[in-house]
Nanobody, 117 residues
């Protein structure tokens, strides 16, 4: 089993920055790719960015050029650097990891990001 804990959310003004962290524990050797999702009130959960075990990254069009995803060398912590935030980025942000053998998904509990105009 893998446990994921997000941190770094908060309230920021439009144009500001936040850095989210996702700390993985447990059977971290089972983790393949990881990603960040977000869910705003009344909306479905959407993929924001993902990163493979080899470091390949992808981004939603809405965050390209503003957000940067990364993983540390031991790959037990993932980050999302969010710059030039706007109110449309307001959501609960979730960390997700994929099991390399079963394909199962592990989720964190989420961290709230609120951007004021």
């Amino acid at each position: 089993q893998v446990q994921l804990v997000e941190s770094g959310g908060g309230l920021v003004q439009a144009g500001g920055s936040l850095r989210l962290s996702c700390a993985a524990s447990g059977s971290i050797y089972r983790i393949n790719d990881m990603g960040w999702y977000r869910q705003a009130p009344g909306n479905s959960r959407e993929l924001v960015s993902s990163i493979s075990s080899g470091g390949s990254t992808s981004y939603a069009d809405s965050v390209k050029g503003r957000f940067t995803i990364s993983r540390d060398g031991a790959q037990n912590t993932m980050y999302l650097q969010m710059n030039n935030l706007n109110p449309e980025d307001t959501a609960v942000y979730y960390c997700r990891a994929r099991d390399r053998w079963s394909g199962s998904l592990y989720w964190g509990q989420g961290t709230q990001v609120t951007v004021s105009s």
